[in-house]
């Protein structure tokens, strides 16, 4: 069974750091994209970032570059989100995800086939 399983959320003041893990299990993910994203209460889920199979290409969405920074270790099968200077209004479950068929990363949702269950990010103003 394909598993993809989020971890480091939590609760932080504003200004302060979290890093999240997706590990994947089940099936290596070395040679895809993979990406997070997030969903507020009452918003839309939306793209946060993505990164190539390689690590060598990166999204992001425009409202975290310079603050959020994603990449992967093929070798463990897991991709992280590094989240530093957050804002409240980066507060939203954020979910990790995988696209099995593409090696290229994606800002658009369908093409990511395999999703976590999401790890909540508490933002305190």
């Known amino acids: 069974q394909v598993q993809l399983v989020e971890s480091g959320g939590g609760l932080v003041q504003a200004g302060g750091s979290l890093r999240l893990s997706c590990a994947a299990s089940?099936?290596?993910?070395?040679?895809?994209?993979m990406a997070w994203f997030r969903q507020a209460p009452g918003k839309e889920r939306e793209f946060v970032a993505a990164?190539?199979?390689?690590?060598?290409?990166?999204y992001y969405t425009d409202s975290v570059k310079g603050r959020f920074t994603i990449s992967r270790d093929n070798a463990k099968n897991t991709v992280y989100l590094q989240m530093n200077s957050l804002k409240p209004d980066d507060t939203a479950a954020y979910y990790c995800a995988a696209n099995s068929k593409s090696g290229s990363g994606s800002q658009r949702k369908d093409p990511y086939d395999y999703w976590g269950q999401g790890t909540q990010v508490t933002v305190s103003s």
């Open positions: 089940g099936r290596t993910f070395s040679n895809n994209a």
């Open positions: 990164i190539s199979w390689t690590g060598g290409t990166t």
